[in-house]
């Protein structure tokens, strides 16, 4: 098993790591660009203040920003933008879907405030559908990490693809982190954090940190749980989930996101086509909108937190 934390034992903060992440990266290439819809000021705030040469605000208009990202990366720059997951995929899909990934434009986004991070805002501000509305985009790396280091990864290997990269944070602050030793972070490759004989759970995204502590709660119940942190969901690493659908029979998948056409999906998907006997039950939001509160009521409520997990691998 890797060395990880317990839940909540280190926090991290994605917005600022990557904010520093990029003055380097603009000081390197000047080509560089940062836009945002009007929420940049809430992400990059150094960076704006440091490059301002480099950083565009389109207002609250998220077509516009992936519209003139589009034909930035087309002139030859190296643009990324920043906004709320619900908006970049919602408002601005065929933006995404058409500008860039149509294209194969060297665009990069990141969406913040994914899942119910927004819980006081409610549904209309709650990013659930972005996982299902991007895996059926060609062309286009997804990618949900699982903590503020790896979103620095994340950040780092895209810059080395050409072509569209979506990076999907959390709130991105006072998030837990994962891992306490350094690791390989390639697209498309799954990290086993533990080896399982009685089951695995599969998440991707801040649900990580959940699965690891429902495995290591199960380990005490004298169950073995492997956990596989499954950043990027395009392309998926299929090769992963079949070795635990063969070596258990059993996979819990959870995602801060809707259930249908994410993560839950593409795990269901590998299994079906390949063959192998193996059981799936998906946890994550079901088919509703969900109500106020804070995260941790919500999975509480809608039955994807940590004894939800638990409480799957048992069933199964």
């Not at 919602?90 to 986004?109: F, P, W």
């Not at 490759?189 to 998440?203: C, F, L, P, S, T």
């Not at 090769?239 to 809707?258: P, R, S, W, Y």
Request: hydrophobic letters at 40%; proline letters at 4%; a negative charge.
């Amino acid at each position: 098993m890797m060395k990880t934390y317990g839940l909540r034992e280190k926090l991290g903060n994605a917005r600022p790591d990557l904010d520093h992440a990029m003055q380097k990266y603009a000081v390197e290439h000047p080509e560089f660009r940062l836009i945002s819809a009007d929420v940049g000021r809430a992400g990059m705030p150094e960076f704006i203040q440091k490059f301002p040469k480099q950083y565009y605000n389109t207002g609250i208009a998220e077509m516009a920003a992936m519209d003139l990202a589009a034909g930035l990366a087309l002139e030859g720059y190296k643009p990324w933008v920043y906004g709320m997951s619900v908006f970049n995929t919602l408002r601005a899909g065929e933006g995404i879907r058409t500008n860039m990934c149509y294209q194969r434009a060297n665009v990069k986004v990141i969406g913040c405030n994914t899942g119910l991070c927004q819980g006081p805002c409610g549904s209309t501000h709650y990013a659930l559908e972005d996982l299902a509305i991007l895996r059926t985009f060609p062309n286009l790396v997804l990618c949900a990490p699982c903590d503020a280091t790896q979103a620095v990864k994340a950040f780092e290997a895209a810059n080395e693809i050409d072509g569209p990269v979506y990076l999907r944070l959390g709130n991105g602050r006072n998030e837990s982190e994962v891992y306490q030793e350094d690791y390989k972070f390639e697209f498309g490759k799954g990290i086993e954090i533990a080896e399982g004989k009685d089951g695995y759970i599969i998440a991707c995204g801040m649900m990580v940190p959940f699965a690891v502590e429902a495995a290591k709660q199960l380990k005490e119940e004298g169950l073995e749980v492997g956990v596989i942190d499954m950043h990027t969901l395009k392309p998926i690493d299929k090769e992963l989930i079949c070795k635990a659908a063969k070596n258990t029979g059993k996979i819990v998948t959870v995602e801060d996101a809707f259930i249908i056409g994410g993560l839950g999906g593409a795990v269901c998907e590998v299994v079906a086509e390949s063959g192998i006997p193996c059981k799936v039950k998906r946890l994550g939001v079901p088919d509703l909108f969900p109500g106020f509160g804070s995260f941790d009521e919500q999975m509480a409520h809608l039955g994807f937190g940590v004894d939800a997990m638990k409480e799957a691998i048992k069933a199964l």
